[in-house]
Structures are given as C-alpha cells and as structure tokens.
C-alpha cells in the first residue's frame, strides 16, 4: 500500500484515484479494471460514477478508492493520490481533488477536446503548458503524455487512450497494485476479442515509463 | 452486469448499488420485474433486461411508471414476487395508484424501488426527498448505504412484504445507486414465475366501508413492523455509547460520509445507523439520546429525521442540544467537506489542511465548464436548428424530459420551460389559449415520452381545440437513460421482437389532419414542413423520425462501415461561423480564427454540409 505522508497523519492508507474526461473515453472501464485489481488483491473498494444527463458530453469524474475499509465512495478535496486526465482541460478540473500536501500525481493524455460552450461563449481554452504550470499549486508532479498518439497509431482508435495511460501508471509505480492483478483484471472486464490490442497498448504505456 | 448473474454463492463480486439490488432479488426468489427508465434508477432496469432471460424471470420497460407499479401489482396478486423500480419523479407518477395497493395489500412480495438524486446529477427538475412518501403513503421504507446493503436490505424488503402483506419501499440515492462496491454473494432462489389471481378475495375491491378497516389494518402493520425495527440489526450502534456526551444519527449515503469524518478527526463518538427508516424506530432512538448531551443528525435534503428525534426528545430527554440542518444544507447532496466541516464546529478539532483556502486556490483557477450537450450527429440538433430558422426567436418552444432537454443551452435554445414528462403539452395548450395574438407555437417530446404521458395532452389539444405544432422527436430509442427500448422501435426489455406501435398511425388515429414523417437529416424538406404546419390552424405533428446517432455509429463500427466525416475547405471558408455559433456541435471548434471540424469527434451527419452559404464543408476522402 502507498504509505504516502499525508496531511493528518493518523489514517488515509487508502488508495484516492481520480479519473477525469469526457463521456466516450472509457473512463468507467478504467475504474472498473482497478476495482477488480483491488479486489483480487484483497482489499476493499469502492468507485463513485455518475450517469444520465451529466453523461451526455459532460464531464465525468470517475473515483476509485481501495484500502483496508472504504466508506465514502467520493474522494474528499485535496485527498487524490493519482489523477488520470484523459483529456487536459477535464484534467485541470480535477485539481480540486490534489495538492502538494498529499503529493497528488497527474498523469493526463495531450488531446483537447474543446467544449463548444467555450467557443460560443468565447472564453479561451488554456494551453497544455499552462495546465501543467496551473497544476503545479495542485501536485508534486505532472506528466503530459501524447497516449491518444499513441493509441491512434498502434491501435487506429483513441479509445485505446486509457489502457495506455493505466500502463504508464502501473510501470511507474503510482498504483500501488500488482501488474499482474491488473492484467488478470483487464482479462475479466474486456470483451475477449479486443484484450489482446488492449494489452498491447497497456504494455507500450508501461514501457514509456 | 454478468457477474450479478454468474457469480457464484459466496463469491465477492464488485457490482453498482443499482446492480446489488437485481441481485438481492434474485436471491430472493423474484419471478416479475418491470421499470421505466429514469436515472439514477436506470441500471436496476437495464440489469433486470440482461439477465432476466437466463435467470428465468419475466422482466418489462412499461410505458411509465405508474404501468410499471400496477404491472408488478398485477404479478404479486397473483402470487408472484415482483419488483418495480423508478427515480423519484418516477413514484409521483406511479403515486396514484401507490395509496389505495398500501391499503389493500398484496399476496406474494412486492418491493418497490425509488432513487433520489440530491444534487440535481440526472434531474433537472426537483430536487424531490421521497421519503416524505414513506409517511402519506403509510409504506414502509429502508435506506442501505451500499452496495452490499443494497442486496441484503432488497432481501429483507421481500421477507417483510410477504410476511405483512405490503409493499415495502427501498429509497436509494445518486451515490448508493452509482456506487460499485464489493458485495458477498448468497444463494441464488428459484420462486415461482407464474400464478392466479384469486377474484373472490374482497380485499382488492377498494371500496368504503371496507377501506375503513384496511386503513385500520395498515396501522396495526406498521406498528408490527416498528417492533421489528426496534430489534432488527438494520439498526445498529457503532462505537461505545455509553458513557458518550455527543452521538450521530445516520443513514444512507451519509452513513460513510459521518465514518469517514469521525476517523479523519479521531473520533469515536457513538453512531446510530438507521436502516428501517420508516417506521421510526421510536424506542431505538430514544434509548440512544437518553444520556448524551448533543445528538447531531446527519441526513441529505430535508430534515425529516431531525423533525423526528425532536419530537421524540420532549419525551426522552428535554434538555439534550440536537443539531442536523443548523450546520448542514437543505439543499444539495452532502460529502466529507460538508460533514467533516460540521463536525469540527461541533468538537472544536482541527485538522492541519485548510479545506477553505483550497477550494478558494481551486476557484481562481477559473476553469471554462464543460457543459452537458448534444453529441456530435445528433438527430435532435437538425431539428432544433430547422424549427429556429421556420419559427423565428418569437416562437414558443415548448420543452420536455428527455435528451433534447440538452437543446436548453445556447446557441440551440429551444426548450423555454421544462416541468415533467409530457406537461409540454397542457402548459402550451393554454399558452395557446389565452394568446391574442395566435402565437406560433412548438412542442417538442420525444418519442419515449410521447407514450409515457404525451398522449393524453394531445387528445386534450384536438378535443379542446388549439393549434400547435407538436414535434415528435422519435430517435428510436429512450436515448438519455442509456438506450432502453420504447413501444416505438418493435423491441421489448427481453429483447423480443413485437409490432412497432407508429407514433404517425396513433396520431392519425386521434383524428389529427395534418401528420407528416420528416427525416431531420433532410433540413430544406423539415424548414418546409415546419413552416407549412406553424400556418394551420388545426393542430399539427411532425415525427422527426432519425435513429439515435451513437447507435448508428456504434452499429457501423460493428459492421465495419465507415460513416462520413466532414472537413472545411479553409479556401471556401468565409469565417461566418455558422457552423459553429448556430448549431454548437462538439466537433466544430475554432481556433486563432480558424474553424475546424475534428475528425475524430465527428459523426458524419452532414447538419454543417447542409447549412454551409459557402458549400465550404465537404466529406473527407479517404
């Protein structure tokens, strides 16, 4: 488990991950692949997701806890371990959820998908550069990666995006789960026929890192 | 969902609260289930769709959810174990038919399920606390935390129902509903699928004097269930109390946002969780506040429970301190901030990490919203634009429940109120009405809440004589909820194939003159038809009839069938920005002045091909 100081000191082992993105990037798969990890690791775990209205080109911040005993399913502010930004801007929102106390992570895919209310209402959508710099007040580190490149070359689709993102994460250590819970989970939560692109993918992220 | 279906006993599965609940039914031995689609109640629905087949179960999307309770009341006078489940707006609906069942009873169990979202995530329209219900409806009602309470409470849910002959009531909420956790799986219970009604039994004939005594009947129930409540480990104390000045009373969602709060402080104070929250626990209660000195009540929306333990302190302890909505909101959902907040007021502890300076850092980022919208090819975007440029800005643009509810944000802005299912209808009536001036008028349903609560309000129109323009948009699917069949696509919740029910036919049939079938996607043909029916002066329809586009794009990606994508020739483009500031499509975005179509987003619904003055957007060539 991650033994990270924390800002209170006597609990929080838990594990606090923050997914961020646009409906359609496969947010939900993702927690739902580091929920079973958790499980199979025994541990107890809980994701919080949002459906319906909020779905429809909202943003959908998915959280997944894991540790010894979960109970709110919603991470509290400034308590994220990890953030994965599946796109930047979605990725900067989630600043809410880290800070330098907890020694909050932000690993975020480069591809912006502009909301047309910006546009409309012409307000200006920050450059990756400046969302890094922005989430600097918000983390110990921020790690912009080019995943949807990537998953668009090796795999023709940006679906791919997340498992990319998910290896890079696992290689690097900033999920405190085994990789081979983590492939044993992919296993069970992909459609047979898309796991082995899935995997490939996974392992180009884990290899970035 | 498989694994609510798969797994075996004793087994640790991750499923949503929604999925928890199909599962505690199951183990229950339910034979019939029926719901209409309503998030955050929606997956219970959907779960029940995928495995009622294989768990041998009859499952239904009924057209609203008052069928849906009377279809699943039907099932358990005969004899069969049913479960019905809606979002709150949803038991309003059913709501009718609800009172006079709590009188009469049923035969085999009937539990009831409603999801409330505090916060407003999937409703716009109230933020409804239904368990004021438990109370008029005289039902009683239980509230699990998670997902393995979801299951067990379903479970004790139906042994209540059959052992008082009622139906009980399961209230969840947004983060009970949409939250996975671990749940440990149990036996798998085969009941009965079939039975017959008993016709001689008079207990179902609603009818005074007789209504009398079952009301009678029904309060000698509660109060037997209430003994059961004050000894059922639903309701159970944490930590010591007994020597204890302050304690909690909770339930629900809230639950783990006090067990959270309490360690993050160090805290052991006595917690007092409810399950069985109707009928109170009167006794419980009032032997946990007895000696403490302050009892603070932690509960989402209205302070039902609050109200409660005042009453009930008069008697058991006049002098104790009791808090719940001085330091809580009324409004919104509740989390750790606002608990924790709460309760270093009331301990005097601190923590070292400045929640206020944080959220007040987080805000001066100023960060742009990302609003719910239309996806990209949507059917209902065609439509709006079209009936913009046919009505004008002084048109009436009537608005209902649906995705095209989305059609509220600019530059769309075509749903100028939205109350409830099919009310669209009535309000324009009498907008109509009482207009001098014949205003123009639109009402736009989709195709799922034309049978839901449509029909009746357009019978209304031709009987009561007006003449709108009602815009059927019929996308073949209940698209918002997550793509539920509905009686006009010919497919039910088992997935058989049936009749489709014509929305055109139907409209014909109701003696409406002036009914046409417009493809969105054709824009000249729909601004034609539009402004041709705004001119009658009896009533019109127009079904905007255009597949849901994440279906047919999900369908050619399956298929292996590339749709069309949209670029713009940057030589043809006079910058008008059409394309973008009257239609608002996530894949048109603009960037140092220049307009640009994302390949990636787009889904090829030619909208922008069509509307372009300078036929500066063309199709990609591969």
Redesign the interface.
């Known amino acids: 488990m991650s033994e990270q100081s924390n ?2 000191g ?2 929080m082992k838990d594990f606090n991950l923050v997914i961020a993105g ?1 409906g359609g990037q496969g947010i939900l798969t993702l ?2 692949i580091i ?2 990890a958790a ?1 199979m690791e025994g541990l ?16 959908i911040p998915c959280h997944v806890r894991f540790g010894k005993k ?5 991470i ?3 308590e994220a371990n990890l953030v994965v930004g599946l796109e930047p ?2 990725a ?2 989630a ?2 959820f880290g ?1 330098k ?1 907890r020694k909050t992570a932000f690993v975020l895919d480069t591809w912006r ?9 012409k ?3 920050p450059s990756v550069k400046e969302i890094e710099s ?1 989430l600097k ?2 983390s110990s580190k921020s790690i912009a990666l080019n995943a949807s490149g990537v998953a ?1 070359k090796e795999a023709e689709s ?1 679906v791919y995006t997340n498992v990319y993102l998910l290896g890079y994460c696992v290689g690097k250590k900033l999920i405190p789960l085994q990789k081979s819970s983590i492939i044993e989970a992919m296993k069970k939560i992909i459609p047979e026929k898309y796991f082995e692109m899935n995997r490939k993918i996974f392992e180009l992220g884990m290899k970035k890192s | 969902m498989s694994s609510v279906l798969s797994s075996k006993a004793g087994d ?1 599965a ?1 499923l ?1 609260g929604n999925e928890a609940i199909v599962r505690g039914a199951l183990e229950s031995g339910v034979g019939f289930a029926s719901s209409y689609p309503g ?2 109640a ?2 219970i629905g959907d779960t029940f769709a995928a495995v009622a087949k294989k768990a041998g179960i009859y499952f239904e999307y009924s057209v609203n959810e008052k069928v849906a309770l009377e279809v699943a009341v039907g099932a358990a006078l005969s004899g069969v174990r049913s479960l019905v489940s809606f979002k709150h707006f949803g038991l309003n609906v059913a709501s009718d038919s609800f009172f006079p069942v709590m009188y009469a009873g049923v035969k085999a169990g009937l539990v009831v399920v409603v999801a409330d979202d505090p916060n407003c ?4 329209q109230s933020e409804q606390d239904s368990r004021y219900y438990a109370r008029i409806a005289h039902v009683p009602m239980l509230e699990p935390s ?1 997902s393995e309470e979801c299951k067990e409470f379903t479970k004790l849910a139906f042994e209540l129902s059959e052992k008082f002959k009622i139906p009980i009531l399961i209230r969840l909420t ?2 009970v509903s ?5 749940v440990k799986l149990g036996e798998m219970k085969k009941g009965k699928t079939k039975g017959e009604f008993d016709r001689h039994s008079i207990r179902f004939r609603s009818f005074p004097p007789q209504i009398l005594e079952t009301h009678k009947e029904l309060h000698e129930k509660l109060r037997k269930i209430r003994e059961i409540s004050e000894r059922s480990e639903m309701n159970l104390i944490l930590n010591e109390y007994k020597k204890a000045e302050t304690g909690i009373i909770t339930f629900g969602a809230s ?3 006090v ?2 709060s309490l ?2 402080l ?1 805290l052991n104070w006595p917690v007092l969780k409810l399950g069985i929250t109707y009928p109170f626990p009167e006794q419980t209660i009032k032997k946990f506040i007895r000696d403490l000195k302050i009892v603070f009540v932690v509960e989402e929306l209205e302070d039902v429970v609050e109200e409660k333990v005042r009453e009930l302190a008069k008697d058991a302890n006049p002098k104790i301190k009791i808090s719940g909505k001085d330091f809580l909101p009324a409004s919104g959902e509740l ?3 606002k608990v ?1 907040t709460a309760l270093m007021k009331i301990s005097g502890r601190k ?3 400045d ?1 206020g300076k ?2 007040a ?2 805000n001066k ?1 100023k ?9 990209p090819g949507c059917p209902h975007r065609a439509t709006f634009y079209a009936a913009k440029v046919a009505a004008g800005p002084n048109a009436i643009y009537g608005g209902d429940i649906g ?1 095209y ?2 059609g509220v ?3 769309l802005e075509t749903q100028d109120f939205i109350f409830s299912m099919g009310a669209n209808v009535g309000i324009v009536h009498g907008m109509k009405k009482v207009s001098a001036s014949n205003r123009k008028a639109i009402i736009f349903l989709g195709d799922s809440t034309f049978f839901h609560a449509g029909m009746p309000g357009l019978i209304n129109i031709l009987y009561n004589k007006s003449n709108p323009l009602v815009i059927i948009l019929d996308n073949r699917i209940t698209a ?3 793509h539920q069949p509905n009686p006009s696509m010919g497919k039910t919740g088992m997935g058989e194939t049936v009749e489709e029910i014509s929305i055109e036919n139907v409209m014909k049939g109701f003696g409406v003159k002036n009914v046409k079938t417009v493809d969105p996607f054709n824009v000249k043909e729909m601004i034609a038809s539009i402004k041709e029916f705004l001119d009658k002066n009896e009533p019109s329809v127009i079904v905007a009839k255009r597949e849901c586009r994440l279906l047919t794009v999900r369908r050619a990606r399956k298929e292996g069938i590339k749709l069309p994508v949209f670029e713009i020739d940057q030589k043809k483009c006079k910058k008008n920005g059409i394309c ?2 009257q239609i ?3 894949a ?4 140092n002045g220049t307009y640009k179509i ?1 390949k ?2 787009c889904n090829g619904c030619s909208l922008c091909f069509q509307i372009c003055p300078n036929k500066a957007i063309l199709v990609v060539k591969e």
């Not at chain 1, 107890?44 to 943003?59: A, C, N, Y």
């Not at chain 1, 979960?70 to 919603?74: D, E, L």
């Not at chain 2, 949409?178 to 671990?182: E, P, R, S, V």
């Open positions: 800002t209170r006597e609990r646009v927690a739902n929920a079973e499980l107890d775990v809980k994701t919080s997701e949002l459906h319906g209205l909020s779905q429809r080109g909202g943003p979960i109970y709110s399913s919603v509290m502010q400034g801007l979605e900067l929102r600043a809410y800070s106390e998908i502009v909301p047309s209310s910006i546009l409309t209402q307000e200006a959508y922005k007040d918000f668009k940006v | 640790k991750i949503l998030t955050p929606s997956e995530w999937s409703s716009g998670d947004t983060r949409h939250t996975k956790g671990i639950f783990n946002y067990m959270d360690s993050i160090g989390n750790v901030e924790l923590i070292k990490f929640l944080h959220s850092e987080f980022l960060i742009p919203a990302r609003k719910p919208m239309l996806c995705c509810v989305l944000f600019p530059p918002m909820t997550g973008l500031e608002g499509c996530p048109i975005t603009k960037e994302e990636d987003l």
